[in-house]
């Protein structure tokens, strides 16, 4: 990372240099292709306001330009963080559009090259057959480009080309194959900073969280594996993000510690994606550790009773909201569901060694609420009350 005043944190009493996401890669090359297309001069370094609030200042590298189009590239640097993508290269191509693609002013339209690759499944950010550019990549890419546009008063529309040399071979380290990500890497990240962290850190951030609000009096703690849950929280039930703690993929170790302080319940609100794997006792959700997801609910659909033939297609999905439509098509999630709501329950109240009242709620992005468990309904009244009491 280049001149920047916050490239490092301190984690466990260790200096950890932050890195940045290929999101931001993309966002600088676009931005330093559209420059060196307008203005014909070469910047060394690109500045880019990411989604935190950091300014990066990346270093460009392998420009070239003719009249209608210009490129440029910006290296990926994970920091101190263990990433498959850190060294590559992000290559960004700007070319004039004359006419307005939409009628209603100038345009950026953004599209995958090499070794970007292609969305073939659902339940991904982007829908099936556009490239894995995610949404707050994309909106960095219009931001930083729109604001050249304006400078160089350009009134047409732009087309920005993001590609990545050798993407399809570095796409066979990462779950991209097995997500429906087809021919390369995708463009990623919600900050636009890679935050080096390792897991104790994160279940000490977690751990200090819990002690916080049982020192506030709380007795029922409601957590959440991350933004999605918070979110679905808030819009099903009205309680505010603010009352539930984070607990990342760290499940397992969140419930030790919710006994430990003494809590009296837990309810654990998040995406079928991830809260399927504690149907098969999977504490720690994160891909690194395990999966699991489509042979645990093979799994509740064979105590369901599901013929082996329906059970052969539902492990042949690539993700929940795959395995989902597939399910509710044939009318046979209501018995799976159920099955795995059981399951659910019954492995987080073994964690806890039945010491503690355990629930969950499920959700998906396509389908939204999709079911709870059995003492879930109290506890969401119980938590309701407090929201309300607490002044969240």
């Not at 950091?54 to 270093?59: E, F, Y």
């Not at 007795?219 to 099903?236: C, S, T, Y």
Request: proline content about 4%.
């Amino acid at each position: 990372m280049q001149k920047n005043p916050d490239s490092f944190v301190y984690k466990n009493q260790k200096k950890l240099r932050r890195g940045y996401t290929t999101g931001s890669c993309a966002a600088g090359a676009a931005k330093a292709a559209a420059v060196l297309l307008f203005s014909g001069e070469n910047a060394e370094y690109v500045s880019v306001r990411t989604p935190s609030g950091i300014v990066l200042h990346l270093r460009t590298e392998n420009p070239g330009r003719t009249e209608k189009e210009a490129w440029c590239g910006i290296r990926k640097d994970a920091g101190d963080d263990m990433d498959a993508t850190d060294g590559i290269l992000i290559m960004a191509r700007a070319r004039r559009i004359p006419e307005p693609a939409s009628g209603k002013g100038p345009d950026i339209v953004i599209r995958g090259g090499s070794g970007v690759g292609t969305v073939t499944k659902i339940g991904l950010d982007q829908p099936v057959g556009e490239s894995a550019i995610n949404s707050v990549p994309r909106r960095m890419i219009r931001e930083e480009v729109g604001e050249v546009l304006r400078e160089y008063h350009y009134t047409g529309s732009l087309a920005i080309e993001i590609s990545v040399p050798d993407g399809e071979k570095i796409a066979e380290q990462t779950f991209n194959p097995r997500l429906g990500i087809v021919g390369g890497i995708s463009i990623l990240g919600t900050t636009g900073i890679v935050e080096p962290m390792s897991e104790q850190a994160l279940v000490e951030t977690i751990r200090v969280e819990m002690e916080q609000r049982r020192q506030m009096g709380e007795k029922n703690l409601l957590l959440a594996p991350g933004n999605f849950g918070l979110d679905f929280i808030h819009r099903q039930y009205g309680i505010s993000p603010e009352r539930a703690v984070v607990c990342s993929n760290f499940i397992g170790d969140t419930l030790d510690m919710a006994l430990h302080m003494n809590f009296q319940s837990v309810l654990l609100v998040g995406h079928i994606g991830k809260l399927c794997k504690l149907g098969a006792g999977i504490m720690n959700t994160h891909s690194h550790i395990a999966d699991g997801r489509m042979e645990t609910l093979c799994a509740c659909g064979i105590e369901a009773g599901l013929p082996t033939v329906q059970l052969q297609k539902l492990l042949k999905c690539c993700t929940t909201e795959e395995a989902l439509s597939y399910l509710m098509k044939n009318q046979i999630w209501e018995p799976v569901r159920n099955v795995l709501l059981e399951r659910i329950e019954r492995q987080m109240t073994m964690r806890v060694h039945g010491k503690m009242q355990m629930a969950a709620v499920l959700f998906s992005s396509g389908y939204g609420y999709l079911g709870r468990t059995a003492k879930a309904e109290k506890l969401i009244e119980k938590i309701a009350a407090d929201n309300i009491a607490e002044g969240f």
